[in-house]
């Protein structure tokens, strides 16, 4: 019950965000989405190294100086999945004109939502491989940690739910269609949690390539979608600041409740 309330939080999180397309009347302001996306830059970056490549170093001790080629090996195989995924699937992120991935018929909503679920599979696959760790008794990985990881993905899902839902609103979908995207958008973090454990138990040797697998993967998002999305425009250092304030707040999380 535990492993399934913090596979859960997160993609709460995306949908009570995306909930806010019942509140608001307006689309959010350039100066939001910014702040928005660096506090979610900051979440990203400060998980991927307290609770995923630090942890993955930890519990490769027993290879001395090459303690950290498991978190090494891992990390770059997360960043070529995304890059493939990248190429692979046609989407479009929010704010830009110009679809990324192969060409396709797909219409600008579809490929809002796609992103965003790209975006979000490193995420779930992180949640997932903290809880297999947890649940396989790894000394380095506690139940406190574990939900530690799900709370600041959480945290930063709900702006993203926001992100996705208001722009669909505002290309003219209706409320209950762009809440609903926003949440669709959040669907996969859960299934990519408890794929991930499945995976992970049968191969608990290989708990280091896993983590750092989700941190590679988490690390490409962040500098391929939310740095340039934070730092574009006037004020760019909006988006810096967030970034900090959200690193700050995974770190301490991270290590006060770690």
């Known amino acids: 019950m535990e492993t399934f309330l913090g596979i859960m939080i997160p993609f709460l999180g995306t949908a009570l965000g995306a909930a806010c397309v019942f509140f608001m009347k307006k689309s959010l302001g350039d100066l939001v989405q910014r702040s928005l996306a660096?506090?979610?830059a900051g979440v990203m970056v400060a998980a991927s190294i307290w609770?995923?490549?630090?942890?993955?170093?930890?519990?490769?001790?027993?290879?001395?100086k090459l303690s950290f080629l498991p978190a090494f090996i891992g990390f770059w195989v997360g960043v070529l999945f995304l890059l493939?995924?990248?190429?692979?699937?046609?989407?479009?992120?929010v704010g830009s004109e110009q679809a990324e991935?192969?060409?396709s018929r797909l219409g600008r909503t579809t490929m809002m939502v796609l992103a965003v679920t790209l975006h979000n599979i490193p995420e779930g696959m992180a949640v997932g491989v903290m809880y297999a760790g947890f649940l396989a008794g790894n000394a380095q990985i506690t139940a406190a940690s574990?939900?530690?990881l799900s709370l600041g993905i959480a945290i930063q899902n709900f702006p993203e739910g926001a992100i996705i839902s208001m722009p669909l609103r505002a290309e003219g979908?209706?409320?209950?269609?762009?809440f609903l995207g926003g949440v669709l958008s959040g669907v996969v973090e859960p299934i990519g949690a408890v794929l991930t454990i499945l995976a992970a138990q049968l191969v608990i040797p290989a708990l280091?390539?896993?983590l750092s697998f989700a941190a590679g993967a988490m690390l490409y998002v962040v500098v391929e979608e939310l740095i340039p999305e934070m730092s574009q425009g006037k004020h760019?250092?909006?988006g810096t600041i967030f970034f900090a304030v959200g690193f700050s707040v995974m770190m301490t999380l991270d290590v006060a409740l770690g």
């Open 38 to 40: 660096g506090f979610a």
């Open 51 to 64: 609770s995923l490549l630090i942890p993955a170093i930890e519990q490769s001790e027993g290879m001395g």
């Open 84 to 93: 493939l995924l990248d190429h692979l699937i046609p989407h479009l992120h």
């Open 101 to 103: 991935g192969p060409k």
């Open 146 to 148: 574990a939900l530690v």
């Open 173 to 178: 979908e209706s409320k209950g269609r762009a």
């Open 208 to 210: 280091p390539y896993f």
């Open 236 to 238: 760019s250092n909006i």
